[in-house]
């Protein structure tokens, strides 16, 4: 009796596990994901806000640090052309120096890397870490949100006036 009973306790839970659903093959996606991450720096060192734009979704968010959020596609542009011309005028370069994880679970993937600003001079003036979240959309795979700080600590704040 109790060797009918593990049989057929057996068999259930290689029935069970057979038929359990297989984890989809997401390498293809990862791939072009860390492929893809070095693009938003080069777009964004050529000046082209619009095309950095153009990465996100229209209901994009970037939380970029010490500035509000830009929510969706034309807001992200105004921040990223205001950005650009800023680093620009200071002579700084913005370099994606290494893509740290890539992954993706269901509808939505991750990349996450450092990031080294530099000056004209090669001196690096911040370094620091970016997180962006992906969500599929016809065949692409845009941005939903983004989001960077620094590995630095924040500049000294002025000494007060003395008093007079």
Sequence with gaps: MHILRNTLIATALCTLTACAPKAPDTA??????KAEAPTWFKLYNAGDAAGVA?????D???LAPGA???VGRAAIQGFIASDIAASKAAGLTNTGSEVTDVGVAGDMAWVTG????TDASGATVDKGKY????????GKWPIIRDTWNSDMPPAAAPAPAPRT
């Design 60 to 62: 994009g968010v970037v």
């Design 68 to 70: 509000p959020a830009a």
């Design 131 to 138: 997180m962006t979240i992906y969500r599929p959309a016809n």
């Design 54 to 58: 153009a990465l996100y979704a229209e």
């Design 114 to 117: 450092a990031y080294v600003v």
């Design 28 to 33: 293809a996606d990862v791939a072009t994901l």
